[in-house]
Each structure stands twice: as C-alpha cells, then as structure tokens.
C-alpha cells in the first residue's frame, strides 16, 4: 500500500505541472490576441480617417436609384400637416431625439413652418 501513495503523487504533480504550462500558453496566446487586436483598431482608425469604408463604396457602387432617403428628406416630405407626435409614430425605426432635431434643422432653415401646431413643408422655388 504505501508504494500507491507515491503513485497518485506522481501523478497528481505530473497533472499540476500539464495544467500550468497550457495555463502558461493559454495565457501568452491571450496577451498575442490582444496585441493583434489593439493593432487592427488602430488601423481600422486610421483607415476610416484616411479613406472611405468598404460598405460606403459598395453603397455608392450599387447605383443612385437604390439610395435610401435620409431622415432629413424622410421628415421633410412628411411635414404635410402632422404634428410632432405623428412625425415621431412616422418614423419608427428612428430615435425621436433624432427626428425632432431634423425638425428643428428644417424649421431653422425656413423649409419647414410650424402652424397651429402642425408641420407644413414651405414650397421651394423649384416646385
């Protein structure tokens, strides 16, 4: 019996030993990880300074017609008598601080006017 002492010794000190060298490699993986990350956001910094994104090109490439209107011109064509409330409910996929400053954009640049609490579009010279 006391030879199987030593044994599960052995063993558990040989298991120890495993765990710590892959906790080891585990680790300087971990640190090369995130030297590799800190790099790519540095570069993808520099990169969205520098030039235009990849997405933005591909957007622009896919044609004038496929555009999607911005939420300015969206709030714009919708000033037809609503009021803020009905704007905001118009605009569900937006945030409501964000509508009401393209409102505010709008009514400051004389392209929207406010009217017993309704919106209107001001016609342009154009139409």
Request: hydrophobic share 35%; charged share 30%; glycine share 6%.
């Amino acid at each position: 019996m006391p030879t199987a002492i030593p044994t599960i010794l052995d063993q558990i000190s040989a298991e120890k030993t495993k765990i710590s060298e892959r906790l080891a490699r585990l680790d300087a993986d971990r640190e090369k990880t995130a030297t590799q990350l800190t790099d790519l956001e540095t570069a993808e910094r520099v990169l969205t300074r520098v030039s235009t994104t990849p997405r933005a090109t591909a957007a622009k490439s896919a044609g004038a017609g496929a555009r999607t209107p911005s939420l300015g011109e969206r709030v714009l064509a919708l000033a037809s008598g609503k009021t803020r409330r009905e704007l905001y409910a118009a605009c569900p996929g937006d945030r409501p601080n964000h509508v009401g400053i393209a409102v505010q954009r709008h009514i400051r640049a004389g392209r929207i006017q406010e009217r017993e609490g309704k919106l209107y579009a001001v016609p342009t010279a154009a139409e």
